[in-house]
Each structure stands twice: as C-alpha cells, then as structure tokens.
C-alpha cells in the first residue's frame, strides 16, 4: 500500500486502513460509528477510496443525454468523470483528465460538443474518447492511440445511469433488471428534468445517508413532507398497523390491475425497491397532495402509484410517483461537506407552466431537504464535540440506519481485505 505512508504523513489522526478496520471489527453494531468515521480527513479519503472509488455510483438519467455529443460531469472525490453519448449512440464515460498533461477536458456540468477538445492545448478526443489530433508537434513516433481517455465501468437501467471508478466493480446486475423493470412504466428516456437544485451540506457523508435512512425525526421536522408520505416504508416494518397493511393491500390490487410493479425487491442491503402508498386522498408529494404535474409519466395511466422508492448505495434514494420522480444523488465533497442534488422528473412532453409549475413542483422536498440539511449539520455540531460517543440506534425506529452502517461496515472491511491480500 504504497499511498498509505504518504497519507499518514500528511495527517494528524494518523489513522491507517488499519485502524479503521480494526474499529468496525470492534464496533458495537447497534450504535452510531465512532467520531473518526465522521470528521476525520484521511478517514474521509479512505471512504473515497474504498467506497466511493469501488462501488457503484448513480450519476444521472439518460435522457441528460439525449443525442450524441450530450455530456454530463462529476466530479468523484479528487476524480473528474465525463458521462457522454458517444457518436454510436451509446453511454460511455471517461476519466476527464487529458492524456497530455492532464487538463481536465470538460470544464462544464452539462452541454453537447461535437467532439471532447482539450481547452489547454486543443487535444482533441472523439466521443467515444480516442484521441485523434494532437497538434503537428508531437514528433513522428507519436502514436495516438496510445493516448485515448481512460475508460470508466457504465451501466444503463430503465434510464438510470450509474459509474464505477474501481478495476473490477461489484456485480450490479441483478439490480439492474429488476431496476429496468420496476422503471419500465416511467418510460425515463422519454422524460426531463424539470429542475435540479444542489444544496451543500456541512456534515459527512454518512450522516446524510442516516438522516435518510429514518422517519424517526420526521413528526418533529417535516410538516410539508407528512401532508402526503407516510411514515412506513414497508409492511414488514415492526410498527406497521392493520389500517396500514389494509390501505397497501387495496392499492397493491389496483396496481396489479394496472400492471405496475410493487413487491418489495432488495440486493443486499445495497439496494432495494418497493412502492408503498401515499397518505389516503393524496397522489403526490406536493403541498396539498395533488398532482404536481398533469401529465403522467410514460404508460402510467392513474395517477394514484404512491411513492416507489428505490435505495441503491451509497449514493442515492428516490421517489417516483404517477406524475413525477424525485432522484437525490449524494456526493461527498469532503469529511464535513456533502452535496445533495435533487432531480423532479417530468414526461418530456409536459409543458412548463401549463402542465406543471416548477416551484410547486419543488416545494415539498425543497423544504424537506432544507430541514435534513438542518438536522445533518447539527447532528455533525455534536458529533465534533470532545463529549461524543457512538449511541444506541432503535431497532424499530432506525432499522433502515443500522442497515446502512452495517452495508458501509461490510463494504468498508470486504474492500479493505480484498486489497490488503494483494
Ligand atoms: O426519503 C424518504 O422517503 C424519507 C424521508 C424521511 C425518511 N425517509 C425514509
Ligand atoms: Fe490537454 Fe495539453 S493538457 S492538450
Ligand atoms: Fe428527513
């Protein structure tokens, strides 16, 4: 582990793959993880490392890209990746890093080229990222197909894009067809986003994924939230009520009618799908409950699907419902800052300010997550104190958070003694 030695000089925890795998093998795995895991800075990089670098990512929708030449941009720790639509039509994505020395290629978010020019030295890259010119100053052993941008792992699923930086990735595949066909009635390449909001939050990564993971806090936070969600994201849940198994019950029979797909389906505990209803009376997670979009999205015909969420680790949760769907990708930006953006999803052909109005559109999860950020930076706040120590998840209320520190805890030891054996 030749880098190991250069990061522990430059850090004052000096905290090593080590200790870090020492301290989940110890770790109680029923209590928030030890302070390290949330503030520390080399901490922060071995999460980058081992979990961000290695697994797979959710970075966005195809139809972010929707012809040839469409690009999108991430930026994965210290890692610039290119997700572009190249001149066969197909998603590749690339280190955005050029071969000569090493400019970033894309400097923008999002647009469409024709090809991927290099803005220091004009470099020029075809879409699907073989170099073909390099100026006339080379020299005649130049060979350019030995400097083409290094490919990144991508998989497409009923329009979901997702990437992985690692050598090779963790099988995805199965996930992958059931994603396909529980996002088949959206028909996602024929929709739009119809706004994107990115919000920086100043708490780890981890305490955002948390705070997801759980409804413990929502009667005290999310009155926008609770005029439509209900508080349960599944029947198995121990507090489930009979009302509430009677109310999945009668709507799982009127989504069988309509062909929609609704049984809980999980991989691991990296990723998992279920549709659960919304609030009786409600059909959207918009203020008053209704529609936030006139036009459903795909074959859907009622707009009474509640909510399908679909959790794919580490990176992202999300609802679609009948009108629209709401993607959140979670990138960590560094041990105590985390961007959170937000997609609301639209058929393409809805019409803005006819069909729908952005800023209702928006409202409910722009408040929601306003008030998450609330609780993740607060939550960070006591967790930098001297007086800090792991405490007790409840197993009813917090199940889905011991899910997800035991999936970082897998993930983290498994990757960490895959390399260590090399
Ligand atoms: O994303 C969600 O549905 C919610 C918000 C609060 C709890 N979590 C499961
Ligand atoms: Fe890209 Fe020189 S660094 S062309
Ligand atoms: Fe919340």
């Known amino acids: 582990m030749g880098n190991l030695i250069d990061i522990k000089q430059l850090s004052s925890s000096g905290i090593s793959r080590q200790d870090v795998a020492k301290m989940l093998q110890d770790r109680n795995p029923t209590y928030s993880l030890p302070q390290p895991f949330y503030n520390d800075p080399l901490l922060f ?3 980058m490392e081992e979990i961000y670098c290695k697994e797979w990512l959710f970075v966005g929708l195809t139809c972010e890209l929707p012809a040839k030449g469409n690009f ?3 930026d994965i720790g210290s890692n610039p990746i290119i997700v572009v639509r190249n001149q066969h039509n197909e998603i590749q994505a690339f280190h955005n890093v050029c071969r000569h020395r090493g400019s970033k290629v894309c400097l923008q978010p999002k647009g469409k080229v024709a090809k991927l020019v290099c803005p220091y030295h004009q470099w020029t890259y075809e879409l699907d990222g073989q170099l073909i010119f390099a100026g006339t100053e080379m020299g005649d052993d130049f060979c350019k197909s030995n400097f083409s941008l290094k490919p990144v792992h991508v998989k497409t699923a009923g329009g979901y894009v997702f990437i992985s930086l690692a050598e090779n990735p963790p099988e995805i595949e199965p996930f992958l067809k059931d994603l396909a066909h529980y996002l088949e009635p959206y028909d996602l390449d024929n929709a739009k986003v119809a706004v994107e909001s990115n919000i920086v939050e100043k708490a780890n990564w981890k305490l955002v994924l948390e705070n997801n ?8 936070s999310h009155p926008e939230l609770l005029n439509s969600l209900l508080e349960w994201d599944d029947t198995t849940d121990p ?7 009677a109310h999945v019950a009668r709507k799982q029979a009127d989504w069988d009618a309509e062909k929609i797909p609704h049984q809980h389906v999980s991989h691991g505990l990296r990723n998992r799908i ?10 959207s997670m918009t203020m ?30 999300n609802h679609a419902m009948g009108d629209h769907l709401i993607a959140f990708i979670v990138t960590p930006l560094s041990p105590q800052e985390t961007l959170v953006t937000t997609k609301w999803l639209v058929h393409k ?13 928006r409202k409910v999860w722009d408040a929601t997550n306003a008030q998450d950020r609330k ?11 001297m007086a800090y120590e792991p405490g007790p998840y409840s197993k009813t209320y917090e199940f889905g958070v011991i899910n997800f520190v035991d999936w970082y805890s897998e993930s983290m030891l498994n990757h960490l003694s895959t390399q260590n054996s090399e």
């Open 45 to 47: 990089q071995i999460d």
């Open 288 to 317: 008053n409950g209704k529609q936030g979009c006139k036009k459903l999205m795909g074959r859907i015909k009622s707009p009474d699907l509640g909510s399908m969420r679909i959790l794919h680790l580490p990176n992202s949760w």
């Open 72 to 74: 999108i941009t991430v």
């Open 274 to 283: 279920v549709r659960m209803p919304l609030m009786e009376g409600t059909v």
């Open 375 to 385: 609780l993740a930076e607060d939550n960070q706040s006591g967790i930098n104190s």
């Open 349 to 361: 052909d809805a019409v803005e300010g006819v069909d729908y109005d952005v800023e209702n559109l």
């Open 239 to 245: 507090r489930a009520s009979n009302e509430f198994k």
């Open 213 to 220: 993971r759980e409804c413990y806090h929502c009667n005290g």
